[in-house]
């Protein structure tokens, strides 16, 4: 048999159109530390392409948990200062497999980045002054933003389906969200926390308000 890591995910019987995966058991920590080993040793290109190594070999590959609870541990990671990333794996391992699930995810995620790191970093300071050298990083640069713009699709999609079920208001309300976030930042340069923490507030009140007049309207 196949090992849990190795194994595809299940789909329902909605099969390609939907294609919903069906959540696994909890791997082992063999499985656990070798699944994040494998995104620590193709992580190249940044936090969007490890976020979306993330989400292909934890949720699509393996289904050891959804595409929603790995939006909302993203967004819960947006809240403390640090490493984004290194508070997602740890979020998640902690949720698979509880403290010896984080040494596991840390373990698998850190030591061979580092490795690539420091050896790049060496290599770098060697080469980088080649035209070559020069010309690929403007080749690189526009292709690590649209791993960025792909990955925040992929983190938003979550959240507007769940809305769009809800009611079309409720979607509006989570297009609005999304969209004073990103414009609040960049126009008026407030900082990050006041918006996540003005945005929890706005959450808060409209979703509850929002899923009342649903349940009003049904009962109506």
């Known amino acids: 048999m196949p090992s849990l890591s190795d194994s595809q995910p299940i789909v329902s019987a909605q099969g390609a ?60 990671c947006q809240i403390p200062p640090g490493i984004n990333l290194l508070a997602l794996t740890t979020l998640l391992g902690w949720r698979l497999r509880g403290a010896l699930g984080i040494i596991a995810s840390l373990a698998g995620l850190l030591l061979p980045s580092v490795a690539i790191t420091i050896a790049f970093t060496a290599l770098y300071r060697n080469v980088q002054q080649l035209s070559v050298v020069q010309a690929a990083l403007r080749g690189i640069v526009p292709a690590t933003i649209g791993l960025g713009i792909l990955m925040s699709w992929q983190l938003a999609r979550p959240l507007l389906a769940a809305s769009r079920a809800e009611n079309w208001q409720s979607l509006v309300f989570s297009l609005v969200l999304l969209a004073s976030g990103g414009i609040i930042v960049v126009v008026w340069n407030v900082p990050v926390i006041l918006v996540l923490a003005a945005a929890g507030l706005c959450g808060t009140f409209g979703y509850r308000w929002l899923t009342r007049h649903k349940r009003t309207e049904q009962t109506a």
């Open 17 to 76: 159109a939907t294609a919903d995966i069906v959540m696994l058991p909890p791997p082992r920590l063999w499985h656990l530390l070798r699944a994040w080993f494998s995104i620590g040793t193709q992580s190249f290109g940044g936090g969007s392409s490890t976020l979306f190594l993330i989400r292909r070999i934890i949720v699509e590959r393996n289904g050891w948990v959804s595409d929603d609870e790995v939006t909302k541990a993203w967004a819960i």
